[in-house]
């Protein structure tokens, strides 16, 4: 079982990257977000992930609609799938997950999986039933905070503690792009995660990005690719598919990871009661 659990979180955490790099700010409101004027800018490409937040919806544009229910479908190479119920409540970063099939994340229990976060406490249920087993809580501890950061993440680029350095333009499959680098301060001089942010000079979304994990020992990095649906005014990447490539987002021949999110609505009536155990 142990094992199993490992794997589990190896192949999860090839989607989290920074996640850990961030729970010192778990609860804070990333401020450039929400503000109602134009920040005073440290460098270009500070500026151009604020106004990339912008085009996609700020943190303020989530808080305003209070809550999220969506289905996460995530799809390994090897045919390995998760399909998930989420629930969040933005403000407090509140987390549900329903695992109605989880052939990667705890394969070793069968039928229904829940993990919760009500803002104080991770919990685990197994067909209804409190599980207490502090290594399956690690998985819980571990996908929660990642799965509402993935679904934040655009907005949580502008949160207090991040660099950002301008590289260059590029040109890819005749688009241009602005390359941003984006590091995350660190307060025990351990090397930290970078992503590197190619923002479409037409649309100002990010079409992909390479991210390292650094915790996992991988330096080298992946790409993601992602494509974007407009959800009650909210331009959200809804499909995406990563997998390793090098500095310079080469595609290898190497088979996608998937991950998408579908059947979206927001301000739903969930309360914080739906987040306890």
Not at 44 to 58: A, D, P, S
Not at 222 to 242: A, C, D, S, V, W
């Amino acid at each position: 079982m142990r094992i199993k659990l490992l794997v589990s979180i190896t192949l999860g955490f090839l989607l989290v990257s920074c996640k850990n790099d961030n729970q010192s700010a778990k609860k804070q409101i990333p401020t450039d977000s929400i503000t109602s004027t134009t920040p005073k800018f440290a460098n270009k490409g500070h500026e151009l992930v604020y106004n990339m937040v912008q085009k996609v919806g700020n943190f303020n544009a989530l808080l305003d609609k209070k809550n999220v229910v969506y289905t996460y479908t995530y799809q390994t190479p090897d045919n390995k799938t998760d399909s998930v119920t989420e629930k969040y409540i933005f403000e407090g970063e509140l987390s549900y997950g329903a695992y109605k099939k989880h052939e990667r994340t705890l394969a070793n229990l069968d039928g229904l999986v829940e993990q919760g976060y009500d803002g104080n406490e991770y919990w685990l249920k197994h067909k209804g039933k409190i599980i207490k087993d502090q290594d399956l809580l690690k998985t819980v501890i571990f996908n929660r905070p990642t799965n509402f950061y993935w679904f934040t993440m655009m907005q949580k680029l502008l949160d207090n503690g991040l660099f950002y350095e301008y590289l260059d333009e590029k040109t890819i499959d005749g688009i241009k792009y602005d390359v941003v680098k984006v590091t995350f301060q660190s307060k025990d001089d351990k090397p930290k995660d970078t992503y590197q942010l190619y923002i479409n000079k037409e649309t100002h979304l990010v079409d992909q990005f390479l991210f390292t994990v650094v915790d996992f020992g991988k330096m080298e990095p992946f790409l993601m690719k992602l494509e974007y649906e407009n959800i009650e005014g909210l331009l959200l990447p809804t499909k995406r598919k990563y997998k390793k490539s090098n500095w310079d987002a080469e595609v290898t021949n190497e088979p996608w990871t998937l991950v998408n999110w579908s059947d979206i609505k927001f301000n739903t009536d969930l309360t914080k009661a739906d987040f306890k155990k």
